[in-house]
T-cell receptor
Framework: DAGVIQSPRHEVTEMGQEVTLRCKPI?????LFWYRQTMMRGLELLIY????????DSGMPEDRFSAKMPNASFSTLKIQPSEPRDSAVYFC??????????????FGPGTRLLVL | QQQVKQSPQSLIVQKGGISIINCAYE??????FPWYQQFPGKGPALLIA?????SEKKEGRFTISFNKSAKQFSLHIMDSQPGDSATYFC????????????FGRGTSLIVHP
């Protein structure tokens, strides 16, 4: 398996623009997580899905952030409108709670977002 | 509320030395304690994990020590190598609960050659 795939790997945009981050989880995994990583706040869980259903979005900072998972192999995180303080590395991770290593999270390479 | 406190924030060690990173947790329901390793430009990856039924787990040069009564656990890297230079995150989760890991803030380790 290719692991968790994220795109784009880098994104530079201007304040006010819409940003869409994409994630393809590992095939067979039934849970998907979106994290944000900054120097100031470390790794923050934004939202997670179980079997494509959003379970907890309490980490989503504002209404400007939204996430969807239309099927088991694809998820998006959208920021509209984007602001400079959204600059961070955004990670997608997936896991499967049917396997022996049930709590292991497999992270993608991340999307480095810079909002000017 | 930070449920998993990790220290130190940064660590510099000479090649061949021992690196020690400590974590403390508050939620006594946590029963799975993984450590993740993150290299620059990459996502975190599971390094080693422990459950509270054992006090120590060793995999190669990496050892987790677990103290249930003190609610603390630590990562020891023996014979540290420059290739170990990375950011290390401890985490804790509750199998019977939400199973979502709570991560520490991370420790940036630099091993000098």
């Amino acid at each position: 398996d290719a692991g968790v795939i994220q795109s784009p790997r880098h994104e530079v945009t201007e304040m006010g623009q819409e940003v869409t981050l994409r994630c393809k989880p590992i095939s067979g995994h039934n849970s998907l997580f979106w994290y944000r990583q900054t120097m100031m706040r470390g790794l923050e869980l934004l939202i997670y899905f179980n079997n494509n259903v959003p379970i907890d979005d309490s980490g989503m900072p504002e209404d400007r952030f939204s996430a969807k998972m239309p099927n088991a192999s694809f998820s998006t995180l959208k920021i509209q409108p984007s602001e400079p303080r959204d600059s961070a590395v955004y990670f997608c991770a997936s896991s499967s709670y049917d396997l022996a290593e049930e709590e292991t999270q497999y992270f993608g390479p991340g999307t480095r977002l810079l909002v000017l | 509320q930070q449920q998993v406190k990790q220290s130190p924030q940064s660590l510099i060690v000479q090649k061949g030395g021992i690196s020690i990173i400590n974590c403390a947790y508050e939620n006594t329901a946590f029963d799975y304690f993984p450590w993740y390793q993150q290299f620059p430009g990459k996502g975190p990856a599971l390094l080693i994990a422990i459950r509270p039924d054992v006090s120590e787990k060793k995999e190669g040069r990496f050892t987790i020590s677990f103290n249930k009564s003190a609610k603390q656990f630590s990562l020891h890297i023996m014979d540290s190598q420059p290739g170990d230079s990375a950011t290390y995150f401890c985490a804790a989760s509750e199998s019977g609960g939400s199973y979502i890991p709570t991560f520490g803030r991370g420790t940036s380790l630099i091993v000098h050659p």
